[in-house]
């Protein structure tokens, strides 16, 4: 059983650019997570999906960036104009649907963005 | 989820055991404590979580407080590999709670040889 891929794994972009980070889950997952770490910080939760619904967005700036989660295909994070404080590690997470244990995640080897 | 406490940095020699300590003091009668680690330049990793009792696995040995207050990570054997940011969680398994993980700075640990 594959883990979760994230593509591509370092991505360059100018300011002012758009980025796009794909995120597929492990087979069997429905629930999918981003989460961005800028550099020498902690891991921010930006937001949460499910296939077609964004259920939780409360940790994403408000405006430039989107995701979303198609019935088929990958996971898209969407970042427009790019700026240089976008440039950071960005980690995608998936999980089953359980119940009682509060969830674990499992996560990718992240997108390294860097803006210049 | 409620909040935990760690220390910001640990050392340990290769091939000892390592303890690493989280209160959680505020801890709710739902919330199961999860352990996640971070290895350089990778995303993180799921460890071991708990509710109660003390659980083992592959990785690791989770120990927990009787009055669930605290709890430590026990690696039986450090080895290099295991030098890595780890973060204690707290998360609600009431309802199937699906939410985000709420990563505090964890204990970088340091393995020397």
């Known amino acids: 059983n594959a883990g979760v891929m994230q593509n591509p794994r370092h991505l360059v972009r100018r300011r002012g650019q758009e980025a796009r980070l794909r995120c597929s889950p492990m087979?069997?997952?429905?629930?999918v997570y981003w989460y961005r770490q800028l550099p020498e910080e902690g891991l921010k939760f930006m937001v949460y999906?499910?296939?077609?619904?964004?259920?939780?967005e409360s940790g994403m700036p408000k405006e430039r960036f989107s995701a979303e989660f198609p019935k088929e295909g990958p996971s898209i994070l969407r970042i427009q104009q790019v700026v240089r404080g976008d440039s950071a590690a960005y980690f995608c997470?998936?999980?089953?649907?359980?119940?009682?244990?509060?969830?674990?995640?499992?996560f990718g080897p992240g997108t390294r963005l860097t803006v210049t | 989820d409620a909040k935990t406490t760690q220390p910001n940095s640990m050392e340990s020699n290769e091939e000892e055991p390592v303890h690493l300590p989280c209160n959680h003091s505020?801890?709710?009668?739902?919330?199961?404590i999860h352990w996640y680690r971070q290895l350089p330049s990778q995303g993180p990793e799921y460890v071991i979580h708990?509710?109660?009792s003390n659980v083992n696995n592959r990785m690791a040995s989770l120990a927990i407080a009787e009055d669930r207050k605290s709890s430590t990570l026990i690696l039986h054997r450090a080895t290099l590999r295991d030098a890595a940011v780890y973060y204690c969680?707290?998360?609600?398994?009431?309802?199937?709670?699906?939410?985000?993980?709420?990563f505090g700075k964890g204990t970088k640990l340091s393995v020397k040889p």
């Open positions: 969680i707290l998360r609600d398994g009431y309802g199937g709670s699906q939410g985000n993980l709420i």
């Open positions: 505020t801890i709710s009668g739902t919330d199961y």
């Open positions: 087979k069997g997952h429905s629930h």
């Open positions: 997470a998936s999980s089953p649907w359980t119940s009682g244990t509060g969830g674990e995640q499992y």
């Open positions: 999906l499910q296939k077609e619904n964004i259920i939780d």
């Open positions: 708990g509710l109660t």
